[in-house]
C-alpha cells in the first residue's frame, strides 16, 4: 500500500452505535488515518469488550457501489462473494472518498451490526497514544449470547432477582452483568495494549528501514 505523506500525525475521529439497541450503545474511539480496517475491527473489539471469537465485515458504498471488506475467504470465490481486504483499506482513503457513515457487523450468526460515523479529523496530539478509547455509555452483549433476542432475554433475567435463569445465567457468563456498565477499566487495558503493539511494531519497522 501507498502511503499519502498527509495521513501521518493526523486522527479520525469515530462514533460506533450497536444498531437496533434501545437504550443505545455506543462507543467514541480515535484512530490514526493511516489505520487499517482491521485494525479498526481490533479497536471495535476492544472497545466492545468482544472476544474476536467470529468473523467480521464491513459495508461502503463507494459511488453507488457496495463494497464488503474482511479477511478474504478461499471459498468467497466458488459462491461469487466479492470481498476486498480489511488490511488493505486505510482510514484515511475512506475519508478522502467522502463517506461520512459505514457499517460493521460481528459474528454471523448473532449478527451484531454497528453503525459507524465519522466525525471529525483532526491533529494526533503527540502526547497521546493511539488507537485511543474516549467515551461511550452501556455494556456491550457478551459473545454467543443469542443475538438481539437471546440478549434480551440475558438482560430480563439478570435484572430479576428471582427469575429461573438466573443463576444459570450468571454461571454461564462468569459473574452479574450490569448493563450500566460498560466495564471502563477493561476497554482502557484493551486499547494500551493495542497502542503498545502499535508502538513496538513502529520501532521495528524503523529499526528494518535503518532510521537512527
Request: aromatic letters at 10%; a negative charge; proline letters at 5%.
Amino acid at each position: 500500500m501507498i502511503e499519502s505523506p498527509q495521513l501521518h500525525e493526523r486522527i479520525v475521529r469515530l462514533k460506533v452505535e450497536l444498531d437496533f439497541m434501545s437504550p443505545i450503545i455506543w462507543r467514541r474511539i480515535e484512530l490514526l488515518l493511516t489505520a487499517t480496517l482491521r485494525q479498526l475491527h481490533e479497536a471495535i473489539q476492544a472497545a466492545m469488550l468482544f472476544e474476536n471469537y467470529h468473523l467480521f465485515e464491513f459495508r461502503i458504498e463507494f459511488d453507488g457501489e457496495m463494497r464488503r471488506y474482511a479477511i478474504p475467504d478461499p471459498d468467497d470465490n466458488l459462491y461469487g462473494i466479492k470481498t476486498y481486504d480489511a488490511r488493505n483499506l486505510r482510514l484515511g482513503a475512506i475519508a478522502d472518498r467522502g463517506v461520512t457513515t459505514f457499517s460493521y457487523v460481528y459474528d454471523f450468526g448473532d449478527d451484531w451490526r454497528h453503525t459507524i460515523s465519522i466525525e471529525s479529523i483532526d491533529a494526533a496530539d503527540p502526547e497521546r497514544e493511539y488507537p485511543r478509547y474516549v467515551e461511550g455509555e452501556r455494556r456491550a452483549p457478551p459473545e454467543d449470547v443469542g443475538g438481539i433476542p437471546g440478549f434480551e432475554g440475558f438482560l430480563e433475567a439478570m435484572g430479576r432477582q428471582r427469575h429461573p435463569e438466573r443463576k444459570r445465567l450468571i454461571e454461564w457468563y462468569g459473574q452479574t452483568f450490569d448493563p450500566r456498565d460498560l466495564g471502563l477499566e477493561q476497554v482502557q487495558e484493551r486499547f494500551s495494549k493495542l497502542a503498545r503493539r502499535r508502538a513496538i511494531g513502529k520501532a521495528a519497522a524503523a529499526k528494518a528501514r535503518g532510521d537512527s
